[in-house]
């Protein structure tokens, strides 16, 4: 029994620590929580006055876009996007960004129902939580 208990939790971390399944939680709205910079700042957002839509498709294409978030479920946002192309390099789940005045790559540390956490090409980690829109009862 204890063996099978073991085998169980082992399956449980290693896949949740599996890139591939970052994929899965990559999808959707995400309001950036805390940055820190690769010489250990810290910033913490109480506030965020846009937040990040995240798009990829089952070919690792897509886009993420910058949104200023309304009320019941709407959204205000300009034509710009920033490319998305997804890769499992390394045992790691790399995100390339392009843009016609860039190219980048930040790298999936974590993603969950909840969080994303990525590092960028500087050492600095993005952590993000899932965003909830505001609903209000209006009539």
């Not at 709205?29 to 965020?48: A, D, H, M, P, R």
Request: overall charge negative; charged content about 25%; some cysteine.
């Amino acid at each position: 029994m204890r063996k099978l208990l073991f085998i169980t939790l082992l399956l449980m971390v290693s896949c949740s620590n599996n890139p591939e399944h970052y994929l899965e939680h990559l999808n959707g709205y995400w309001e950036i929580e805390e940055v820190t910079l690769s010489n250990g700042t810290k910033k913490q957002y109480q506030f965020n006055e846009t937040i990040d839509y995240i798009n990829v498709n089952d070919s690792l294409q897509g886009f993420r876009k910058k949104l200023k978030p309304g009320i019941n479920d709407t959204y205000f946002t300009s034509d710009d996007a920033e490319k998305i192309i997804a890769k499992l390099e390394n045992d790691n789940l790399v995100l390339y960004y392009s843009t016609p005045y860039s190219k980048w790559k930040e790298t999936v540390l974590e993603a969950s129902e909840t969080h994303l956490k990525v590092r960028n090409e500087n050492k600095d980690v993005y952590l993000y939580k899932r965003y909830i829109p505001i609903q209000l009862d209006v009539d």
